[in-house]
T-cell receptor
Framework: DAGITQSPRHKVTETGTPVTLRCHQTENHRYMYWYRQDPGHGLRLIHYSYGVKDTDKGEVSDGYSVSRSKTEDFLLTLESATSSQTSVYFC??????????????FGPGTRLTVL | DQQVKQNSPSLSVQEGRISILNCDYTNSMFDYFLWYKKYPAEGPTFLISISSIKDKNEDGRFTVFLNKSAKHLSLHIVPSQPGDSAVYFCAASTSGTYKYIFGTGTRLKVLA
């Protein structure tokens, strides 16, 4: 199994509160991703990173920001949580290497509830 | 606009029989496809992949078929086992984009 941990694993918060989710990897992979999983929508990409301090938006980035100051850590921040951000959040890592595509490996997920 | 579609939300199959999960895509630039399996309360785990230069890839009980002209791929599981009961996601990517688009998933139930 790829060395990916997410913290916290569960969180309940109130609307308007800032929330930060952490993804930590021990694989030294260059690419890191944040997804959310919702019924009827599958997995949707929020933001991704292709190196330290290099990030880009995914398909559902509104209301989220990310930071990556070290190779091993990728943080997802909800500046002011809303009920629509109640979801399960997954971090993933990938190492493209010499190819332009590669397999993604996922963390265990964080279940976030915004009341 | 859903670029990757899994039109069957659920599928039930008898143990020992074949499970066929389908996935359609609309973007002709996709050239790499993956299947993931997901159990409840766990992250998705990689199952099998295929690049657009192939039309078939096998790994044990799992085979993925790619029909580029139809923009369709399928995952065959033979024989199906109760432990295969999970949600299966297909995903697609275009070389150089480093991003994956996922389908909505199909819940497979293998009946003992």
């Amino acid at each position: 199994d790829a060395g990916i941990t997410q913290s916290p694993r569960h969180k309940v918060t109130e609307t308007g509160t800032p929330v930060t989710l952490r993804c930590h990897q021990t694989e030294n992979h260059r690419y890191m991703y944040w997804y959310r999983q919702d019924p009827g929508h599958g997995l949707r990409l929020i933001h991704y990173s292709y190196g330290v301090k290099d990030t880009d938006k995914g398909e559902v980035s509104d209301g989220y920001s990310v930071s990556r100051s070290k190779t091993e850590d990728f943080l997802l921040t909800l500046e002011s949580a809303t009920s629509s951000q109640t979801s399960v959040y997954f971090c993933a890592i990938s190492e493209m290497g010499s190819r332009t595509w590669d397999t993604q490996y996922f963390g265990p997920g964080t279940r976030l509830t915004v009341l | 606009d859903q670029q990757v579609k899994q039109n069957s939300p659920s599928l039930s199959v008898q143990e020992g029989r074949i499970s066929i999960l389908n996935c359609d895509y609309t973007n002709s630039m996709f050239d790499y496809f993956l299947w993931y399996k997901k159990y409840p309360a766990e992250g998705p785990t990689f199952l099998i992949s295929i690049s657009s230069i192939k039309d078939k890839n096998e790994d044990g009980r799992f085979t993925v078929f790619l029909n580029k002209s139809a923009k369709h791929l399928s995952l065959h599981i033979v024989p199906s086992q109760p432990g295969d009961s999970a949600v299966y996601f297909c995903a697609a990517s275009t070389s150089g984009t480093y991003k994956y688009i996922f389908g909505t998933g199909t819940r497979l139930k293998v009946l003992a």
